[in-house]
């Protein structure tokens, strides 16, 4: 598989994913779940499925202030392109239930795409993982 096509759909896809997330667009942000997605997160239940990603997602978008960047994102497709794994870092804004201040969440981000049987890459696996408390913005 072509090492760089395979790179630049994952990076699309990511692109569409934030800029869905940050546009609160819950269904738009899970659109490119694979049926049998399942996200980890450090403290939470896994999501397992592309409804229960949508239901975590809908959560998220009850707070104002959330706000999603990555940085750092590097693509690494398998050799025929049935798999690609995006390591990243990010950055979450977000409301503090007891203060009710801004707050920055920073971590890594893993995402495992997963050639469909129609050819599309889909999210198949997501990692999220803090590096640390979160900090006042």
Same mark, same amino acid.
């Given at each position: 598989?072509?090492?760089?096509?395979?790179?630049?759909? &994952?990076?699309? #896809?990511?692109? !569409?994913?934030? %800029?869905?997330?940050?546009?609160?667009?819950? $269904?738009?942000?899970?659109? =490119? +779940?694979?049926?049998?997605?399942?996200?980890?997160?450090?403290?939470?239940?896994?999501?397992?499925?592309?409804?229960?990603?949508?239901?975590?997602?809908?959560?998220?978008?009850?707070?104002?202030?959330?706000?999603?960047? &990555?940085?750092? #994102?590097?693509? !690494?497709?398998? %050799?025929?392109?049935?798999?690609?794994?995006? $390591?990243?870092?990010?950055? =979450? +804004?977000?409301?503090?239930?007891?203060?009710?201040?801004?707050?920055?969440?920073?971590?890594?981000?893993?995402?495992?795409?997963?050639?469909?049987?129609?050819?599309?890459?889909?999210?198949?696996?997501?990692?999220?993982?803090?590096?640390?408390?979160?900090?006042?913005?």
């Amino acid at each position: 598989a072509d090492a760089a096509k395979v790179a630049g759909e &994952v990076t699309a #896809a990511m692109d !569409t994913v934030l %800029a869905a997330f940050n546009a609160h667009d819950a $269904d738009k942000a899970v659109s =490119l +779940d694979a049926p049998d997605y399942v996200g980890m997160s450090d403290g939470m239940p896994n999501d397992v499925g592309k409804d229960a990603d949508l239901a975590s997602t809908r959560k998220y978008f009850a707070d104002p202030a959330i706000k999603l960047a &990555v940085a750092g #994102a590097k693509v !690494t497709p398998s %050799a025929d392109g049935t798999i690609a794994v995006q $390591d990243a870092t990010f950055t =979450l +804004d977000y409301t503090d239930p007891q203060t009710k201040k801004v707050m920055v969440q920073t971590g890594n981000w893993q995402v495992i795409f997963r050639r469909q049987d129609d050819g599309t890459l889909k999210m198949w696996r997501s990692f999220h993982a803090a590096t640390g408390p979160g900090k006042p913005k």
